[in-house]
């Protein structure tokens, strides 16, 4: 770990050391290397007491002795245990927002280990409001805080504040981003920015935006689906609508082929995309239109076609 830069008495220091945690936060820091970065940015001891283990880091990055009895001038408390900055004399301006930081982070860590307490406490839509708040407390996170939960595949968790959460497409892991950082890769879907407390809508869009990644898009950002999230939510992948089981008949070259009629200018230039003969393209143009009950190309056809899709890829196992 880089060592940061001596903070200048004129800068904005709580952002500066706000912003340095955070960057920790968002790559899955350890707590040793948390307390390391403490004991640097305030040119101290810095030490944490989990459940009765002891771990202090002197300024120049080494291991401290857990057997010396520490000597904390500034202390915060964390589940089950504290953190603190130890210091002969007075305290320097920075010891609270340092050692406020590192408890954050290392409660996160905690939580992070512990879902049912976590981060899979407060993306649950499932448990009610005093629920999530007391998890957003264990977490140190405040209501109107402003985040978004990144989804990915189980096990590949986009930041170092995540938990493993199941879902009605599976086992999901969920990532939260607290600055805009956070930069996944695919299959990845990013939720939208909200208030903490209502951490369960960014999480909702992130699954819906993660079932619509592919190769070719594999980060979706649920932004981008704009008034599409209300379809998915009413969507049901047990029932499939008779359209989407219409698109999911298809084989992979028909469904390359009515893609392009679809998005193509005309149906000559999708036979030019396609490498196919004008009129075998128009053939095949029309016996989709008569399995599909309407045509692609139409108006309406567009829209259906879409939303079937749309939904085909959401209930896709």
Request: glycine share 14%; hydrophobic share 35%.
């Given at each position: 770990m880089s060592q940061p830069a001596s903070l200048d008495p004129d800068a904005d220091e709580t952002l500066r050391v706000i912003k340095y945690f955070d960057a920790l936060?968002?790559?899955g820091t350890s707590v040793?290397?948390?307390l390391r970065a403490a004991a640097v940015m305030a040119d101290a001891v810095a030490g944490a007491d989990r459940g009765g283990r002891i771990s202090r880091f002197t300024p120049d990055g080494r291991k401290a002795p857990a057997d010396e009895t520490p000597h904390g001038s500034v202390v915060r408390p964390i589940e089950d245990g504290s953190v603190w900055l130890e210091r002969t004399g007075a305290a320097h301006r920075n010891d609270e927002i340092v050692v406020d930081r590192l408890a954050f982070?290392?409660?996160f860590l905690d939580a992070r280990n512990d879902p049912s307490s976590g981060l899979a406490l407060i993306v649950d839509a499932g448990r009610s409001v005093d629920e999530r708040a007391a998890g957003l407390s264990r977490l140190h996170l405040d209501p109107a805080g402003r985040i978004r939960v990144i989804a990915t595949d189980l096990g590949k968790a986009a930041s170092g504040i995540s938990a493993a959460v199941p879902t009605r497409y599976g086992i999901l892991q969920a990532s939260l981003d607290l600055n805009g950082s956070v930069e996944p890769s695919g299959p990845a879907g990013i939720g939208i920015w909200t208030r903490a407390d209502h951490a369960p809508e960014s999480w909702e869009g992130a699954v819906f935006a993660h079932r619509l990644s592919v190769p070719e898009t594999p980060v979706v950002n649920a932004d981008d689906l704009g008034a599409m999230v209300i379809l998915a939510r009413a969507y049901d992948p047990d029932t499939p609508h008779p359209d989407v089981e219409a698109l999911?008949?298809?084989?992979?070259?028909s469904a390359e082929v009515l893609n392009t009629l679809v998005t193509a200018i005309s149906i000559r230039s999708a036979a030019t995309d396609l490498a196919m003969h004008h009129s075998t393209l128009q053939a095949k143009h029309e016996m989709l239109s008569r399995d599909l009950g309407y045509d692609p190309?139409?108006?309406?056809?567009?829209?259906?076609y879409m939303a079937a899709e749309f939904l085909r890829r959401l209930g896709t196992d």
């Open positions: 936060m968002s790559v040793d290397g948390y982070a290392v409660g999911t008949r298809l084989d992979a070259r190309r139409s108006t309406a056809g567009r829209m259906r």
